[in-house]
Structures are given as structure tokens and as C-alpha cells.
């Protein structure tokens, strides 16, 4: 669960700390709804350190919980460069027994435990629409996650929303397997889009609600019944609040 931030503490140290909570309708990854009751409230607290003697190098620890659905720890290095950001990290996914899951028979998968690593480039803020993409490997599902987004934020006093910031997103992704540790190998194509709308409290501090849809073209449950087909298409809607110190 990697977030595209910056290193740059608003205390002006070298640590900074960042925290979010959230509660959305849905609970949705990589293109696929896999609860409609489980997973809905989530939590991310980042840790990251921007190394003195390396400028533009920074480290990082995290920690994502779904409630009773997973929890994800994760440790990464970002580092600047004329281009944009470059961010190598590795996470660790636990899942609670009762949201375990196999693509056959709920939809999805889930495995009970997952060791994946993962490397980013984050182009520069300096283009219109800020590009970046990311390849995921994981060692239970050996699986191939490779995920290209698009992002632009607005001004929302543009279309009379003042002191709101908007930020949209469009991201498309091909998850490839040819074998599984835990489930039968699994290949598909996603797709999707946001709409965040953000008020700063301060400088520290904000609040809001995001938009969401996402597409997947995955058919290997078409055959079994309606509630564990999540091929197709699915919205949903979140609240959200964000911390940084």
C-alpha cells in the first residue's frame, strides 16, 4: 500500500509522520469489490525519515489496517531525481481467517499471508497530468501487478467549490500468474477512477470525500453464482480524513 508523498516534513525535520483514516461503502482492490461488510473502515499510519547525509533519500514504514478484513506493514526507500521520485519497498499482507478468499470460490483472492515487493517511478509535478507506474511481485500468488495512473488535482474554486482541491485519478493495471502457492493461477485486466474532494483545516489537518469506479475483465467466476461474480463494474464512495506532522 505505497502513497505518492513527498519527503518533506512540515516541521522541517527529517521525520515526518502521516496518518489517515477512512470509511468507504465498499471494500475494493485492484479492480474487484471483494465485501460489501467487511473492510469498510481503514486506517494508514507512515513513518518516513529523509536521510541527512543522502538529499533527496528518504525511508519508510507503514502500517494499513481494514478492520476485520487485512492488515499490511510495509518499509520502502524513495529517492528524488530529475525525473520524479523512484520508490522500492517491500509490504507484508495478514489476513483474518474469517476474509480469506479464493478466486474460485469468492471471487478473489486473499491468501492468509503475502510477502510482495514492489518498484515505483512518480514522474515530476511539473507535467499537466502527473504520470506514474508501479510493478508488484508476489511471493504467495506469484503474481505480476504492473499499474500505470494519471493524476491531476484542480482548484475547486474554478467550478465554485472554494477552498476545496479536488484530486482525480485514472489508473489502469494487468495482474499475470502462470502458477500459485495458494489459489489457482489467476490473469486479468483493471481499470479505474477517482474524485477526491479535500478542505486543508489547516496546514496539518483536512477532511473529505472521494468518488470512485473500477472495472475488472476478470471471468474465471462467471460460471458460479451472481454474488461471487466480480467481473465487471463497481462504485462506491468514502470518507476520509489526513494527518501529517
Not at 116 to 135: Q, T
Amino acid at each position: 500500500v505505497q502513497a505518492e508523498t513527498t519527503s518533506n516534513s512540515p516541521l522541517g525535520s527529517d521525520l515526518s509522520v502521516r496518518a489517515n483514516f477512512s470509511w468507504a461503502s465498499k471494500n475494493v482492490a485492484r479492480g474487484k469489490e471483494r465485501s460489501s461488510e467487511e473492510g469498510h473502515f481503514q486506517s494508514q499510519l507512515t513513518l518516513e525519515y529523509a536521510i541527512p547525509t543522502a538529499i533527496g533519500t528518504s525511508v519508510y514504514v507503514s502500517g494499513y489496517s481494514a478492520d476485520s478484513f487485512e492488515k499490511v506493514y510495509g518499509a520502502g526507500l524513495r529517492r528524488d531525481m530529475e525525473c520524479g521520485t523512484l520508490d522500492v519497498g517491500y509490504q507484508h499482507t495478514t489476513a483474518n481467517n474469517q476474509a480469506v478468499g479464493v478466486n474460485d470460490t469468492a471471487g478473489y483472492t486473499l491468501a492468509p499471508s503475502d510477502n510482495e515487493y514492489y518498484i515505483g517511478l512518480i514522474l515530476s509535478k511539473d507535467v499537466f497530468l502527473r504520470p506514474s507506474a508501479y510493478v508488484f511481485y508476489s511471493d504467495e500468488l506469484k503474481q505480476y501487478n504492473f499499474v500505470v495512473s494519471l493524476r491531476k488535482d484542480f482548484d475547486g474554486s474554478d467550478i465554485g467549490l472554494s477552498g476545496i482541491n479536488i484530486v482525480t485519478k485514472l489508473y489502469a493495471g494487468s495482474i499475470t500468474a502462470s502458477d500459485s502457492n495458494w489459489d489457482s493461477a489467476n490473469s486479468y485486466v483493471y481499470t479505474g477512477a477517482s474524485a477526491d474532494f479535500i478542505y486543508a483545516i489547516n496546514s496539518t489537518a483536512s477532511v473529505g470525500a472521494g468518488l470512485n469506479f473500477a472495472y475488472n475483465n476478470d471471468d474465471a467466476v462467471t460460471t458460479k453464482s451472481i454474488p461471487l461474480n466480480t467481473q465487471g463494474g463497481v462504485f462506491w464512495y468514502r470518507f476520509f480524513a489526513n494527518f501529517r506532522f
